[in-house]
Nanobody, 123 residues
Framework: QVRLVESGGGSVQPGGSLRLSCASS?????????MSWFRQAPGREREFVAT???????NYADFVKGRFTISRDNDQSTLYLQMNDLEPGDTAVYYC????????????????WGQGTQVTVSS
């Protein structure tokens, strides 16, 4: 069974940066899947943040464009999310997911999720 393990979360002040990582145990098949980041703030639904296709194409939620960058290292079977200019509204648990089929912005399209990593932005 595939495992995804996120890391890199923490507490930062507004305007700060963090780099999240998501390591996959499926080293031989990581490169053929589209991968994404979602986030869930307290009391809110889990929402799409960014996606990267198996070939490297990317899409972002409007609220992170220009601030966040998603990338992947297929040799290391790892997904990344570089987050710059963080705002208090970015406070959430961030999850990586492996997309099986369907629209990239829908949770139901994903067959595997990590356990999440907490990001807190506060002064």
């Amino acid at each position: 069974q595939v495992r995804l393990v996120e890391s890199g979360g923490g507490s930062v002040q507004p305007g700060g940066s963090l780099r999240l990582s998501c390591a996959s145990s499926a080293r031989s098949t990581f490169s053929v899947y589209d991968m994404s980041w979602f986030r869930q703030a307290p009391g809110r639904e889990r929402e799409f943040v960014a996606t990267v296709s198996w070939s490297g194409g990317t899409n972002y939620a409007d609220f992170v464009k220009g601030r966040f960058t998603i990338s992947r290292d297929n040799d290391q079977s790892t997904l990344y999310l570089q987050m710059n200019d963080l705002e208090p509204g970015d406070t959430a648990v961030y999850y990586c997911g492996r997309r099986e089929t369907g629209p990239y912005y829908k949770q139901a399209s994903y067959d595997t999720w990590g356990q999440g990593t907490q990001v807190t932005v506060s002064s």
